[in-house]
């Protein structure tokens, strides 16, 4: 008989109906290895999986990287880990990619996934850091041939509850990319002022309804009213927008709350400084003749990119830049809606 403690079976999480709804029920989904078929099914109907995330612009990416066996990349911004398989894969076992991931809640679960795929590493390097970072991986292991950074959050933490990063779910507001630095946005609204909160909802994501929304802020901390969870913060929203009696209200209440969920997640996550120094650092960790892409989802990243680009084009740093953004195939963004407002750029170092 076998002496080893024998684990308790574990029963899978009961729903209530013919479906499950909630993040945690859909067991189905967060098994996409066992139950392709089902995965397969939520996928065409448009959605993404539970506790999975759909990689845009596969191809677009591998077009213009040109990756070849024995070269070096890195993935800036690992996630899931579908952009880097398919990286890897690329390489045929000869080269290495390094993959760079702040989430420390996701890092170890996509790390699992790829080992699983066969990517060992022999050929993969899972680095967790911010990909301001990125010049701490240069340092060890020398200048690279190609560099992805994917600036999207992934579907995981969008569609997880736990993490807040939806207005949509129930869920504390937090919104950090890593949850264990910083301040969530919840306490982030308990101490910004006014003209604080008004111009963070202007500048990242242009919100026409800042104004009210700050000063409704205000007013809920001035009443002792709790902004904790995604609720309370949708909720004071729609009340606000609702006593502006606007044409489209619902579409108009959506809209907003989107936005300043945005806003608040580039806040907390200081998601412009860090792509600033991210940027900045980039001709430095590619080698001469290397190429760099990159997926923006918002005008003010797009923007910066755009910026540095050109900037550095000018300067003689870049040799090659794209002059026009790369968007998704109609069919694509038919099968995966978040690619709808996906841009891609990039850029080519000048070879020395």
């Not at 539970?50 to 990756?67: Q, T, W």
């Not at 340092?139 to 579907?155: C, R, T, Y």
């Not at 937090?174 to 604080?196: F, H």
């Not at 008004?198 to 809920?220: C, F, H, S």
Request: aromatic share 6%; charged share 35%.
């Amino acid at each position: 008989m076998d002496n080893k403690e024998q684990q308790p079976h574990k029963r899978r999480v009961r729903y209530k109906g013919t479906h499950p709804r909630t993040f945690a029920e859909k067991y189905k989904e967060h098994n996409p290895e066992k139950y392709k078929d089902t995965i397969e099914k939520v996928i065409s109907k448009g959605s993404t999986p539970a506790g999975m995330h759909i990689s845009i612009c596969v191809k677009e990416i591998l077009d213009f990287l040109e990756i070849k066996p024995g070269q070096t990349g890195i993935d800036a911004t690992l996630g899931y880990g579908g952009h880097t398989s398919h990286m890897l894969e690329c390489l045929k076992g000869k080269g290495h990619i390094h993959g760079l991931d702040v989430d420390p809640i996701e890092i170890e679960k996509t790390k699992t996934r790829l080992v699983k795929a066969g990517f060992g590493e022999d050929i993969l390097t899972v680095w967790q850091m911010n990909f301001a970072d990125i010049d701490k991986v240069v340092d060890k292991v020398g200048q690279v041939d190609f560099v992805l950074a994917d600036l999207g959050v992934s579907s995981m933490q969008i569609d997880n509850p736990e993490r807040g990063f939806s207005y949509k779910i129930e869920g504390p507001l937090d919104l950090r990319l890593n949850p264990e630095k910083g301040i969530s946005a919840a306490e982030r609204l308990m101490e910004v002022t006014r003209d604080e909160l008004e111009g963070m909802l202007v500048e990242n994501a242009d919100e026409p309804y800042a104004a009210e929304i700050a000063r409704a802020v205000m007013k809920a901390r001035k009443k002792k009213q709790k902004l904790e969870t995604t609720t309370e913060l949708r909720n004071l929203i729609e009340e606000t927008l609702m006593e502006l009696h606007l044409e489209n209200p619902k579409q108009e209440i959506k809209k907003s709350c989107q936005r300043t969920f945005q806003a608040l997640r580039i806040d907390v996550n200081s998601e412009f400084e860090v792509l600033e120094e991210f940027l900045g650092k980039l001709p430095d960790v590619l080698a001469p003749g290397g190429k760099a892409a990159i997926l923006t989802f918002h005008s003010g990243e797009d923007r910066m990119v755009k910026q540095f680009f050109k900037e550095y084009k000018k300067l003689g740093i870049y040799q090659e830049v794209a002059k026009d953004v790369i968007r998704p195939s109609a069919e694509e963004c038919v099968r995966n809606p978040r690619a709808k407002s996906t841009k891609m750029r990039w850029a080519v170092k000048a070879k020395e």
